[in-house]
């Protein structure tokens, strides 16, 4: 039996594609790659590596997120504290890594690629993961400063979260050269 969708909420996703549209054109690039692996949807190499240091990158965040399906599965509800270590730790991996390759600089794109690539319900235990990940002195004292100060009070501090799962997922688009507009 098939299952069936709801169509996306029109003005939720024209706010997703917003919030994608502001973050710097790495960050977009970054969100994309990170998504094709994650999600599985392209050859990720094939599309997404330039030089040789991008190709070692790619190999990398690929063997990290093979745990995706497994932190999917075993995402603690809000008060799932007996849950916690095995969760926490992979995700504050991961997100160290991420966070690591310089090209999510704020909360808002953290929590943009981490909603799609784990769920809506991975929202309470974000602004953890991040702080801790952000926090980790393998990253440049000023990228820890910048990120850090990325995630609002009100962020840190919210006394619940949406369960809308995320509609917009953005992907490579090829580029149309003008002469081959109509006219």
């Not at 996703?13 to 970054?30: H, P």
């Not at 094709?36 to 190499?45: H, T």
């Not at 965040?61 to 995706?68: E, K, M, P, W």
Request: charged share 25%.
């Amino acid at each position: 039996m098939a299952s069936r969708t709801k169509p996306a909420n029109g003005p939720m996703t024209l706010a997703e594609m917003k919030e994608f549209a502001g973050f710097s054109a790495a960050t977009q690039r970054y969100v994309r790659r990170s998504l094709d692996i994650g999600l599985d949807r392209d050859d990720a190499m094939a599309r997404w590596s330039r030089d040789v240091v991008e190709a070692a990158s790619i190999r990398a965040q690929a063997r990290l997120y093979v745990r995706l399906p497994d932190l999917r599965l075993m995402v603690p509800d809000e008060s799932g504290l007996d849950a916690i270590e095995s969760f926490i730790a992979p995700l504050t991996t991961l997100s160290a890594f991420d966070l690591g390759q310089g090209r999510l600089t704020t909360f808002s794109a953290y929590r943009f690629l981490y909603e799609r690539l784990i769920g809506a319900e991975v929202r309470p235990w974000l602004p953890a993961a991040f702080c801790a990940a952000a926090a980790l002195p393998h990253l440049h004292p000023d990228l820890r400063r910048k990120l850090l100060q990325s995630i609002s009070e009100a962020a840190a501090t919210a006394s619940g979260w949406s369960n809308r799962q995320p509609a917009f997922f953005p992907r490579w688009v090829e580029k149309v050269e003008a002469t081959a507009l109509p006219h």
